[in-house]
Every structure is written in structure tokens, then in C-alpha cells.
Nanobody
């Protein structure tokens, strides 16, 4: 499966932004999906994940502000980010995994898209 993240941009603190991850090349509905991010000078970290069945897991730092969803008919996953903070500034990556269950482990993901940059100004 090929993944392409989009929707990044420059926003002010407190604003909202929605990212999309479009997939092609395989049966999208059979994959678990995840969002990760990498801030400048930091390691890539888990943001949220959604299983084939719709089970969801969030990192504590984004819980209650971010919402992950998927539309299997459109082969697309979404990340709605509300109340953005400067510390949310990062390149955001989407990823897909074949395994069942929800996972925040980067090593469990088989496919990765290119990142989309989100910059939150204070």
C-alpha cells in the first residue's frame, strides 16, 4: 500500500487543522492505521492509531484535542487537530500495518507515507 499525507500548514495556536492520509495500491480496509509525528531535533513519536474495526488509541499528549477517523470507501484516514499548541509543530506521518489490534509501536507498521509539515505559531 502507498500512503500520502496532506493538509499540513502554518496556523496560530488555538486553531484547528485537518490532515488526510490517502492510500492506494492495496485493500485499505484490511490495514490498521496510525499517525506519528517528528518535531525538529526530536525522535518520531506516536500520535494516534485506528484499527480495521475502528478501535482507537491516542497518545496522552493529544488525547481530547485530536480525533482520528477513517473512511474505507475513500481509502483515506483523517486526523482532526483542535486547540493546536506550538509544541504540536512537527512533520506528521501516516502509516499502515497488517496486524490486528491497535498499536502505537512504530516497529509494528509496515508502510509509511511522506510527512506533511504542521507549524503552530504562538
Amino acid at each position: 500500500v502507498q500512503l500520502q499525507a496532506s493538509g499540513g500548514g502554518l496556523v496560530q495556536a488555538g486553531a484547528s487543522l485537518s490532515l488526510s492520509c490517502a492510500a492506494s495500491g492495496d485493500t485499505f480496509a484490511t490495514y490498521g492505521l496510525g499517525w506519528f509525528r517528528q518535531a525538529p531535533g526530536k525522535e518520531r513519536e506516536f500520535v494516534g492509531a485506528i484499527t480495521r474495526a475502528g478501535g482507537i488509541l491516542y497518545a496522552d499528549v493529544v488525547k481530547a484535542r485530536f480525533t482520528i477517523s477513517r473512511d474505507n470507501a475513500k481509502n483515506t484516514m483523517y486526523l482532526l487537530m483542535n486547540t493546536l499548541k506550538p509544541e504540536d509543530t512537527a512533520a506528521y506521518y501516516c502509516a499502515a500495518r497488517r496486524g490486528i489490534g491497535v498499536s502505537g509501536l512504530q516497529s509494528s507498521y509496515n508502510y509509511w507515507g511522506q510527512g506533511t509539515l504542521v507549524t503552530v505559531s504562538s
